[in-house]
């Protein structure tokens, strides 16, 4: 017989699917932006500079070669005119505010006041997604009511 | 014997065709569960209430988490 040690809790952590009645509730990883800009450690901001400029959210963010995050940087904080031959390691915010996939937006939103949005990651810190406060206040607003509501919009 | 496994090497068995024993009680299993996963609750495992599982293929018990 297999145990898998970690539990429900690890497989959810992992953004994993699920059944049961929670399948209809709404968590931070069904309101998450999959699609968000990364870029790696030892990249110049030269390089990130347009990818910044254009995301919709304003940030790129740094990972290793297995997604793993390692930093982050946000167009309000950058001179996006700096010097482009700096690492993206000398100006990126260290360890950003990270979130796991399972939890709520009606918990969440408190972490979102002080911010714009927040990374959605593993218990391993793999990037899953971006979340914005924009999103969570429009889902806590009713505008999109239900999980299945939040399916056809994506 | 019991051998412990990860979130990868759950995956992996399940594409094999492993059989997912959630052993917490009825009402969180209920709540949310592994896919396809089966309830046996803790309480109730035992030789009858396993009779079912099919033992030429993996079998995987999980909790809610390491605690």
């Known amino acids: 017989m297999l145990r898998y040690t970690a539990g429900e ?24 932006e999959g699609d968000v800009p990364t870029c790696n450690l030892g990249e ?16 790129c963010v740094v990972v290793n070669n297995e997604q793993v995050v390692l930093g982050l940087l946000r167009k309000g904080a950058l001179d996006l005119n700096a010097d482009p031959d700096i690492h993206v390691e000398q ?21 979102l006041k002080s911010r714009d949005s927040v990374l959605v990651t593993t218990s391993d810190g793999v990037l899953l997604g971006l979340l914005t406060r924009e999103r969570v206040e429009d889902y806590l607003a009713g505008k999109r009511a239900t999980k299945k509501d939040i399916g056809s919009g994506r | 014997m019991v051998t412990d496994i990860d979130v990868r090497k759950v995956q992996a068995l399940i594409h094999e065709g492993a059989q997912l024993v959630d052993v917490l009680p009825r009402e969180e299993y209920e709540q949310q569960h592994l896919p396809g996963a089966a309830n046996i609750p803790l309480r109730e495992l035992d030789e009858k ?12 018990v999980y909790c809610y988490d390491s605690q």
């Open chain 2, 49 to 60: 209430s396993t009779a079912w599982l099919d033992r030429d293929r993996a079998i995987i």
């Open chain 1, 9 to 32: 809790m690890d497989w959810f952590a992992h953004g994993l699917a699920r059944e049961g009645a929670a399948n209809d509730e709404v968590w931070d990883s069904d309101l998450a």
């Open chain 1, 91 to 111: 100006i990126m915010e260290c360890g950003p505010r990270t979130v796991r996939p399972y939890e709520k937006p009606e918990h969440t939103i408190k972490s």
């Open chain 1, 44 to 59: 110049k901001l030269g390089r990130v500079q347009d990818t910044i400029r254009e995301s919709t959210a304003g940030v």
